[in-house]
C-alpha cells in the first residue's frame, strides 16, 4: 500500500546523500542500482505513515537496534536493502505473536 509519492527532487537528494554526489553529476549503472534500492527502502519507510521528508530524516538519522545500531542509510551501503524493507514492512504489519 503506497499512501505517497515520493517526489522526483526529494529522490535526488537522498540519492546524492547515499551516493556522496552533487545533483549535476550523471548517475552510472551501479549507481542506478543503489538509487533504485534505496527508493525502495525510502517507500517503505513512507508506507508506514511518515511524509517522505521525515521518512528521509529517519532512513539517514535513526539507528536500528536490530541490525546492531546501524541506520538505515549504513544498511542501503552494505548491500543489506532488502533486510530493512523487509524490517519495516513488518512494522508495518504490526505485532504478530
Same mark, same amino acid.
Request: proline residues 4%.
Given at each position: 500500500?503506497?499512501?505517497?509519492?515520493?517526489?522526483?527532487?526529494?529522490?535526488l537528494a537522498f540519492a546524492c546523500v547515499?551516493?556522496?554526489?552533487? @545533483?549535476?553529476?550523471? +548517475?552510472?549503472?551501479?549507481? !542506478? $542500482?543503489?538509487?533504485?534500492? #534505496?527508493? =525502495?527502502?525510502?517507500?517503505?519507510?513512507?508506507?508506514?505513515?511518515?511524509?517522505?521528508?521525515?521518512?528521509?530524516?529517519?532512513?539517514?538519522?535513526? @539507528?536500528?537496534?536490530? +541490525?546492531?545500531?546501524?541506520? !538505515? $542509510?549504513?544498511?542501503?551501503? #552494505?548491500? =543489506?536493502?532488502?533486510?530493512?524493507?523487509?524490517?519495516?514492512?513488518?512494522l508495518s504489519a504490526g505485532y504478530v505473536?
Amino acid at each position: 500500500m503506497v499512501t505517497d509519492f515520493i517526489p522526483c527532487a526529494q529522490l535526488l537528494a537522498f540519492a546524492c546523500v547515499v551516493l556522496g554526489m552533487r @545533483p549535476a553529476i550523471k +548517475f552510472g549503472h551501479g549507481n !542506478a $542500482l543503489i538509487l533504485l534500492t #534505496a527508493r =525502495r527502502v525510502l517507500q517503505a519507510a513512507v508506507d508506514l505513515g511518515n511524509d517522505p521528508k521525515t521518512a528521509l530524516y529517519h532512513v539517514k538519522n535513526f @539507528p536500528i537496534r536490530s +541490525f546492531e545500531y546501524k541506520t !538505515a $542509510l549504513e544498511m542501503i551501503e #552494505a548491500g =543489506r536493502s532488502d533486510d530493512v524493507v523487509g524490517y519495516l514492512e513488518s512494522l508495518s504489519a504490526g505485532y504478530v505473536g
